[in-house]
């Protein structure tokens, strides 16, 4: 058996989101999105934060290219505010030079200093003027927006920027913000939380509408700018690692793999083989919608790799009984306890994340034997610390849990592409810095860098930043 090890040219680094890092909101003409109209809802965000300020890379981008310079970092993964560059989003609208400018020089900044960009075309940040025609939920319009929106960007960037990520998560954008309601826009049944939305259509014709642009813009980047930028392009799906509550009920087992289906194969079987999983059209009929053949032949086959983010994972048992209308996870219980009694990962202070390696390298082969062995980028690994913000300066940039995470999971990626034959090829880490978590507000850390949120944002790298490029430089070899 070969030693366990990753490609010598094998692409890590970090990973950021614009509105969780950048701030300056209305600076230079940019548009509000989404997100800075649903902080001013009063109880939407842990201590009303918003990102207002956020870590102010839109003011300290060099510092942040420093940051990843220091630490050997070889990519960095940002994503780009749509409102920035079109304040109000539409096809018609003007474009603002100036928020484009901030994004060329970010670039510019990264390649001098021998960094490689992704970019991410749209990590949650709607422009609020969509709103104007129902945003995520009006196909027509809002497809032809973001194609018009990623033409103008690949014009801007693409003579340097290689790796292109259509959507990040729209797994996140359509649950959590169409069903539960717990992110921007905030539309949910549930009506404590909003006078409007309806969870049990709603997310799936987001989710829809989603990969129809995701197909629209890789058309366009593959027709017109492709042959002679010579990028990649694709969409990153979020998952976590599934193991049966009992591993002795077939049911639960089951259950497992109609989970994965109805959280990754939802987006990653229309873009392989051009329809939704079986699993899902048979639970949830007609509120799931239909493609047109000319939206299947624009969405199948339109990654030229998988974008993957991975957290943790759940213990799955079934249910009995009709699911409910709303239901999303596929009729099933998602618990952090097996039937034994024991935890699935130690706890952190994300409710939702508890470390569990072993189920990354399965994930892995999970997707790599499902969508015929695509050429993967780890988009987001990473882990927040229970408790972390509560304590000293000094002892938070002692982040102990963080270095054990990463080590265990980067093992786990390396032992994946080493014995199970995965075609892994880069991995950023979530996150270059602390940031701000969407409703968890500023509570939540994922940085390998603390940020001084009470004195000026100044930015602080903490043990694991130090250790990553020891950890990767241990595996990265000649295979
Ligand atoms: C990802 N969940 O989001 C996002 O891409 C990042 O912007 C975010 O900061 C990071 O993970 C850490 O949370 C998720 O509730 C948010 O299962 C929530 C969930 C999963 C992913």
């Known amino acids: 058996m070969s030693r366990t090890s990753l490609p010598k040219d094998f692409l890590w680094g970090f990973a950021t989101a614009s509105y969780q890092v950048e701030g300056a909101p209305a600076e230079d003409a940019r548009g509000d999105s989404i997100w800075d109209v649903f902080c001013r809802i009063p109880g939407k965000i842990a201590g009303n934060e918003n990102g207002d300020i956020a870590c102010d890379s839109y003011h300290r981008y060099k510092e942040d290219v420093k940051l990843l310079k220091d630490m050997g970092a070889r990519a960095y993964r940002f994503s780009i505010s749509w409102s920035r560059v079109i304040p109000l989003g539409g096809r018609e609208d003007p474009v603002n030079q100036k928020g484009l400018q901030y994004y060329i020089d970010l670039v510019d900044e990264l390649l001098a200093n021998g960094i490689e960009p992704m970019v991410t075309l749209f990590h949650w940040d709607l422009p609020q003027g969509l709103e104007r025609y129902g945003g995520l939920l009006n196909k027509e319009e809002f497809v032809a927006d973001y194609a018009q929106y990623s033409r103008i960007i690949f014009q801007a960037l693409g003579d340097k920027v290689k790796y292109w990520v259509t959507f990040n998560e729209p797994w996140c954008s359509s649950i959590l913000g169409y069903n539960e309601g717990v992110f921007a826009p905030g539309r949910t049944s549930n009506r404590s939380k909003s006078s409007v939305g309806d969870s049990s259509t709603e997310p799936w014709l987001v ?3 989603l990969l129809i642009a995701h197909g629209a813009a890789v058309k366009i980047y593959r027709e017109e700018f492709k042959p002679t930028q010579k990028g990649q392009i694709g969409i990153t799906l979020n998952g976590d690692w599934v193991e049966p509550w009992d591993p002795e009920d077939p049911k639960d087992i089951e259950a497992c793999q109609r989970k994965l289906e109805f959280a990754i194969s939802w987006f990653g079987d229309v873009v392989y083989f051009g329809d939704y999983p079986e699993s899902m059209r048979k639970q949830l009929g007609d509120r799931l919608p239909r493609f047109t053949p000319e939206e299947k032949d624009l969405v199948q086959g339109s990654n030229d790799f998988y974008g993957m983010n991975h957290y943790c994972a759940n213990y799955i048992k079934h249910r009995s009984g009709e699911p409910e209308p709303e239901d999303y996870l596929g009729n099933l219980e998602s618990l952090l306890v097996n039937k034994e009694g024991q935890e699935i990962g130690p706890v952190t202070q994300s409710p939702w994340l508890r470390p569990h390696a072993v189920g990354f390298r399965k994930l892995l082969k ?17 882990t927040s610390l229970k408790g972390e913000n509560d304590l000293s300066k000094e002892e938070i940039l002692e982040d102990d849990f963080r270095v ?13 592409y080493t014995h199970d034959d995965v075609d892994v090829r880069g991995y950023m880490a979530w996150s270059l810095m602390d940031n701000f978590e969407w409703a968890e507000g500023f509570e939540t850390r994922f940085g390998v860098t603390f940020v001084d949120y009470h004195n000026g944002q100044q930015r602080f790298p903490k043990k694991s930043a130090k250790a990553m490029k020891g950890l990767f430089d241990s595996l990265m070899r000649e295979s």
């Open 207 to 209: 989710g829809h509408n």
């Open 366 to 382: 999970w997707i790599s034997d499902r969508y015929g062995r695509p050429a993967i980028y780890v988009t987001e690994n990473g």
């Open 404 to 416: 054990w995470y990463f080590k265990e999971y980067v093992t786990a990626m390396a032992e994946a």
